[in-house]
């Protein structure tokens, strides 16, 4: 009985655990969502450890102080807006609904988000650097970019609201063609919203709620991409982010 009585009291530690994770992570997300198991409860102890060993502040959005101090990825993008947005009109013929793919089955309710995938937390694959041999020499430049897309929302597009379950890394949106927020064009992230701008990245943590509209009469265009959150310069804090980046990895998805 000693050993069965061990194993309770250690799944009930086990228990107590995610369910104390889970409750200091949702306090920051109180608005409705697309709650689940995956992003809500069994991800919320590696959220929690990210919130500890981030060098940026755990709020929704990042500020440009910040970006301009951890993030200098962010700059090249910047920099490099026009010639990403040229790339993305040489393809925008192959461009495929991302209702369906893996992560994306439950909230985005038709067809009129539209996606391009570049690099999926795993190197680009040949085809690709084909098809976009500019950004994908940028992403190279770059290779604390994990995962990158061009990600297309047509007019009349809703995203329901939802959040991510991966902190690791902070969400990047560069404005490609971007019709404005008081066109009805606009992402609103823990309660705030925002728009994009041509040239322009904003940076957020996509595991708070979030929702997307584009009630415009155009096309919005993004390069939407993942940037590894910066963590302190410690053995665990970089071990850890490797492993749970590897982890990511086996999420990899062909265009």
């Known amino acids: 009985m000693k050993p069965l009585k061990t194993g309770a009291i250690f799944l009930c530690a086990i228990l107590f655990m995610f369910v104390f994770c889970f409750w200091k992570e949702h306090r920051k997300v109180p ?9 809500c409860f069994l991800a919320a102890p590696m959220q929690l450890l990210f ?6 502040e755990n ?3 990042i500020s440009r102080a910040q970006v301009q101090r951890f993030l ?3 700059a090249a993008l910047e920099r490099n807006w026009k010639a990403i947005r040229d790339e993305y009109y ?17 909230f985005v309710p038709d067809h009129k988000w539209k996606r391009f995938y570049i690099k999926w937390y795993s190197p680009i694959a040949p085809a690709v650097r084909t098809q976009v041999p ?4 940028l992403l190279d430049q770059n290779p604390n970019i994990q995962l990158a897309m061009f990600s297309i929302l047509e007019p009349n597009a809703v995203i329901k609201p939802h959040r991510g379950l991966y902190n690791g890394a902070l969400r990047v949106h ?5 019709p404005s927020r008081e066109d009805g064009c606009a992402l609103t992230v823990n309660g705030e919203t925002y728009g994009w701008e041509k040239g322009k990245c904003l940076v957020w943590d996509d595991t708070f ?5 584009n009630n415009s009469n155009q096309n919005r265009v993004i390069l939407f991409l993942d940037v590894k959150r910066p963590v302190k310069d410690t053995v665990c804090a970089q071990t850890f982010q490797k492993l749970c980046n590897r982890a990511a990895s086996f999420t990899n998805r062909e265009t």
């Not at 500019?134 to 020499?137: I, M, R, T, Y």
Request: aromatic content about 8%; charged content about 15%.
């Open 31 to 39: 608005q409705f969502h697309d709650c689940k198991l995956t992003a």
């Open 51 to 56: 919130s500890r060993i981030s060098l940026v």
């Open 59 to 61: 709020t929704p959005t």
């Open 72 to 74: 200098p990825e962010v």
């Open 90 to 106: 040489t393809i925008q013929d192959q461009i495929a609904p991302i209702k369906g793919d893996l992560f994306f089955k439950t």
């Open 134 to 137: 500019f950004v994908s020499n």
């Open 174 to 178: 560069l404005g490609l063609s971007c």
């Open 209 to 213: 709620v979030h929702q997307v509209v």
